[in-house]
């Protein structure tokens, strides 16, 4: 593949990367009892086949109570290593890169399923023995809004056992075949809520300043990076900004210190603290987010990926080629259209031979390309394009 930047290899670490296309981490709620099943197989298998680079599956939770909803995914003990491995290998056979994205949801926990309101689940659904022991936990007793549990403000002993329990999750992601972990540090969610002053009013080490409320996301940071293989990219997804008082400074000001401390890139995205991952000061236009990579990535020099509908081939590579980020991040587009890298790769000449596409499926793509070469550029049925006017 040439002449494409989104469509040229990139290399972290010891990891390399087909081209410069991340499928995003998108929850599917599809889980049993935690564990993954044929719907996840079938996801992120055609997300690999679709041509991505790396495919990041959604958030896993690092503890029982750190799951958001009954129909998460889990990885806590041991008996999930075998089922996520299979998973891995199908990825990786067609040449992309499993990652897995790491969480607690901490005071987002508990929740009814998206399609059933997310609103806090108040009984216990059929087949579910531990509701009554479902510990909606987080930095401060401040409910994320009146629909959310209000949760129990983590004491320090159990701030510990958690830092633990990402240390053990990435132990248990290696064996299970991943090559890229994801800490989600995002949307509302437990690192998020004590990097947050709306959510975190503690008065301890780690509450007040700026260091304190950043403490957590580092010792997880180290926790992992200390069980991860040194050639294997850690990545962070940040809320660069949110709408409770996260500004894009302190997100600088915490880069950093994670670059030093063996973060290799951050995912960059937005809000979360209240409800919507959508800033009031956004309306949704394509790339919204794109500038807070670019700045993270120009203030820091650490590598950044952007996402936030990025929709078309040439403007992810517009991205990339105006420096603005190194990777990006695709979402619902892959849901739309899973073959989208293909097509992309397609539409900027990047791969003629559709090189990119599985063997059983660029053969026959290739025949179809050859066969409309020459034809007109538009049918009409029933009208005979060699028919007088």
Known sequence: MTGSLLFSPFVLRGVTFRNRVMASPMWQYSGRHFFPTEWHFMH?????????????QEGTAVE???????????????????PFRRITDFIRSFGAVPGIQLLHCGRRAKMELPWGGRKALAVAPEGLDDFD?????????????????T??????????????GWGSAAERSLRAGY??????????????????????????????????????????????????????????????????????????????????VGVDAIDCSAGGIT???????????????????????????????????IVHADQAEAI???????????GRELLYNPNWPIDAAQKLGADPSFALAPLQHGFYLERRAKSFLGRPSTF??????????
């Open 44 to 56: 992120l298998g055609r997300m690999a086949a679709g041509g991505a680079a790396l495919v990041m």
């Open 64 to 82: 029982r109570r750190g799951c958001g909803s009954v129909a998460d995914l889990g990885i806590w003990d041991d008996r999930f290593i075998a």
């Open 133 to 149: 022991q479902w510990d909606v936990v987080g930095p401060s007793a401040i409910a994320q809004s009146a629909e959310y549990h």
């Open 151 to 164: 949760p129990r403000a983590l004491a320090l002993a159990e701030i510990a056992t958690i830092v633990e």
């Open 179 to 260: 090559d890229v972990i994801e800490i989600h540090a995002a949307h509302g969610y437990l690192i998020h809520e004590f990097l947050s002053p709306g959510a975190n009013r503690r008065d301890d080490r780690y509450g007040g300043s700026l260091e304190n409320r950043c403490r957590l996301l580092v010792e997880i940071v180290e926790a992992v990076r200390g069980r991860w293989p040194a050639d294997k990219p850690l990545l962070v997804r940040l809320s660069v900004e949110d709408e409770a008082g996260w500004s894009i400074d302190e997100s600088l000001s915490l880069v950093r210190v994670l670059k030093s």
């Open 275 to 309: 409800n919507s991952p959508l800033l009031s000061k956004h309306a949704g236009e394509y790339g919204y987010q794109v500038g807070l990579a670019e700045r993270v990535r120009a203030e820091t020099d650490i590598t950044t990926i952007a996402v936030g509908l």
């Open 320 to 330: 990339l080629r105006k420096g603005q980020a190194d990777m990006v991040a695709i």
């Open 380 to 389: 009409q049925i029933g009208i005979d394009p060699q028919a007088e006017s």
